[in-house]
C-alpha cells in the first residue's frame, strides 16, 4: 500500500521560504524558524503572505510536491505543479464518461450511495453517544434526518437521471444541515448553526466547515492528479473553469467523517470557541491565526488515525483513503472493476 506522506503548512505571516539541499528552509525576518527534509512530503500549503523562492519552486516540482496557496481565510488562490503523470487513454475514458449518461449516472449513484451513507453514520453516531443529552424535539429530529436519508438512499438505488440525482443530494443535504445544529453541545450563541453558507461564511461554524472543506479538497485533487485522472472534469459537479469538477466529487463521501466530525468535536471539546473567530464589516466570520494553527493540527492528527476500508477489508491511515479511493475509481475507469465501490465509514 501506498506510504503517507506529509503535508506542510506555512501560517506565518512574512515568512520566507527557500531550498538548502533536500531540506525546506522557513525565516522570518532573517532569523532561520524551521527546516524540514522534503523526503516526507507531498505537498507544501501557503497560507497568507508566505514568500517561496524560484529554486524551491523548481525543486519542489521536480520531486512532485505541490504548493497551494490560500488566503488568510482558507480561500483557494493558486497550485503549482510539476508535470502531470498519467494514462492519456485513462483520462479518454474518463471525458468520455463524463458525457455519457448511464456511465455516468452509475458513478454518481455510488458516490452519493457513500455520501449518504456516512451522513447517517454522523447522525447515528451522535444520537448513541450523546442522544441522552438531547432535548425530546432535537432527539425527533435527528431521528427523522437519519429516516430521511435512509429513505432518499434507497431513491438512489432505482434512479438513472443524472439531474434526479442531483436533486436527491440536495435534500439530503437540507436533512443533515437541518439538525446540524443539534450536535453542537456547546451553549454560546455564537457558535449556533442555521444554514449552510459558503461564499462567504456567515457564521463561525460555516467559516469552521469551509475552511475544513478546503484543506479537504486540495488532499483530494492531489490523490486524483498521483492517479492520472483529470481532477478537472467530474462527474457529480457540472464542469466549470477553474473549479476542480473531480476532486469535489471525492470530496463529497469524505466531508462528513473527515470534516464535519472535526468540526463538531473541535467545538464540543471547546478548543475553538467564539474568541476564535473575526467577523469583517460585509458580515463574512474567518477563523483567527491561532485557531487555523489549532486546526491545522487537528487535522493532521486526524489524517494519522487507522480506519478499516470496507471493500479492501484492511486497516489503513485516513489521510490515505482519499489515495485509496483515486485509485479504485481509476480501476472502475479502466474496467477492471464493475462498479466504483464507495468510501463507508463502519
Known sequence: MRR???????????????????????????????RLPVHMLESLVCIGRVLVSPP??????????????????????????????GNVLLRREQYRRSDEGKGCADIVRN???GKLYNQRAVLSRALRDHGDKLSVEALAAVEHACK?????????????????LRGLEGEAAQAYFGVFDHLIRVNSPALRF?????????????????????????????????VGLDPAVG???????????????????FRPVFADRLALSLLNRKQLN????????????????????????AYQERKREELQHVFLEEKAPIGL??????????RHLRGDLDAYPPFLWK
Open 194 to 226: 442555521t444554514t449552510r453558507s459558503r461564499r462567504p461564511p456567515l457564521d463561525a461554524v460555516n467559516a469552521l466547515l469551509s475552511f475544513l472543506y478546503t484543506l479537504l479538497t486540495h488532499d483530494c485533487r492531489s490523490a486524483l492528479e498521483s
Open 321 to 330: 483513503f482519499p489515495a485509496i479511493q483515486a485509485q479504485l475509481l481509476a
Open 148 to 164: 430521511r436519508l435512509k429513505r432518499i438512499a434507497d431513491k438512489l438505488l432505482t434512479e438513472a437521471d443524472i439531474n434526479v
Open 56 to 85: 524551491l519552486l523548481g525543486f519542489c516540482s521536480e520531486q512532485g510536491i505541490s504548493i497551494c496557496y490560500l488566503s488568510p481565510y482558507g480561500k483557494f488562490l493558486a497550485r503549482v505543479e510539476g508535470p502531470v503523470s
Open 111 to 113: 458516490l452519493l450511495t
Open 4 to 34: 503517507q506522506l506529509n503535508t506542510l503548512y506555512i501560517t506565518t505571516e512574512g515568512a520566507w521560504l527557500r531550498k538548502d539541499g533536500a531540506n525546506i528552509v522557513m525565516e522570518v525576518e532573517g532569523e532561520i524558524k524551521g
Open 274 to 297: 467564539e474568541r476564535d473567530f473575526r467577523r469583517m464589516d460585509n458580515g463574512a466570520v474567518f477563523l483567527c491565526d491561532e485557531a487555523r494553527k489549532t486546526l491545522l493540527t
Open 235 to 253: 462527474f457529480l459537479h457540472r464542469d466549470r473553469p477553474g473549479r476542480p469538477s473531480l476532486a469535489l466529487d471525492l470530496m463529497e463521501e
